[in-house]
């Protein structure tokens, strides 16, 4: 059992900088599709970062390109999002999740954010304001 706890959500001001972090308790020794998803009300549900344990690759939606970084700390079972140069659009409610995937559909080109995440935690919000 995979349990996600996610922290570091607050406001901020456009352009400024925020952590979120998410951690992992349970079995997570296997290979995993770590992902960070944000939600408004009104619009679809959006995956923003994802990334894969073992070989730490790592992709990102166009929206959040050059801007945010998500990463990970194998010891402390962490995941991080880093969140730059923010804009009113990132405004939402911040999900980490995280699903099994195996090592041929990734490199085989099936990546993480083509994977239905199985594992959810509750969600932080994030507000940027002016």
């Known amino acids: 059992q995979v349990q996600l706890v996610e922290s570091g959500g607050g406001s901020v001001q456009i352009g400024g900088s925020l952590r979120l972090s998410c951690v992992t308790s349970?079995?997570?020794?296997?290979?995993?599709?770590m992902g960070w998803f944000r939600q408004t009300p009104g619009k679809e549900r959006e995956g923003v970062a994802h990334?894969?344990?073992?070989?730490?690759?790592?992709y990102y939606a166009d929206s959040v390109k050059g801007r945010f970084t998500i990463s990970q700390d194998r010891a402390k079972e962490t995941l991080y999002l880093q969140m730059d140069n923010v804009k009113p659009e990132d405004t939402a409610i911040y999900y980490c999740?995280?699903?099994?995937?195996?090592?041929?559909?990734?490199?085989?080109?099936?990546?993480?954010?083509?994977?239905?995440?199985?594992?959810w935690g509750r969600g932080t919000q994030v507000t940027v304001s002016s």
């Open positions: 999740a995280a699903v099994r995937a195996q090592y041929g559909d990734i490199v085989s080109g099936r990546g993480c954010p083509k994977h239905e995440y199985s594992h």
């Open positions: 349970g079995s997570i020794d296997n290979a995993y599709c």
């Open positions: 990334l894969y344990t073992t070989l730490d690759l790592k």
